[in-house]
């Protein structure tokens, strides 16, 4: 079984334990303030590593465009599940990570809108 493999099949628990644990969902909380402080909606988020895309939701509600990517094809199921019951974001996208291994990724920071 790959990492993958495995990430997927534990999908829906790992998302139970990280939204039930309270240093974990002060700490997202830490984290959507920040990213409120560098872009406002309507920014483009691209969110690597999404798993089960409890970040990439609270994101598109706050009104950001995400692409969320994520290598375990499981976890990808469970933003779509999610997406559709939850909210069916128009701004909501997501693909797999493995179709970008060959792909160079380079971001560059700039305070610049």
Known sequence: MTSDQAFGQLAKQYEKETITNPIVRFTRKQ??????????????????????????LALAKMGYTILATDSSDGMLDRIKEKNIQI??????????????????????????D
């Not at 303030?33 to 969110?47: D, N």
């Not at 792909?103 to 305070?111: C, K, M, N, W």
């Open 31 to 56: 984290v959507y303030r920040h990213v409120f402080t560098l872009k406002k909606p309507p920014a483009s988020i691209l969110e690597i590593n999404a798993g089960s895309g409890i970040d990439a």
């Open 87 to 112: 909210l069916y974001s128009k701004n909501l996208t997501f693909m797999s990570c493995r179709k970008l291994r060959k792909s160079l990724i380079f971001s560059f920071p700039t305070l610049e």
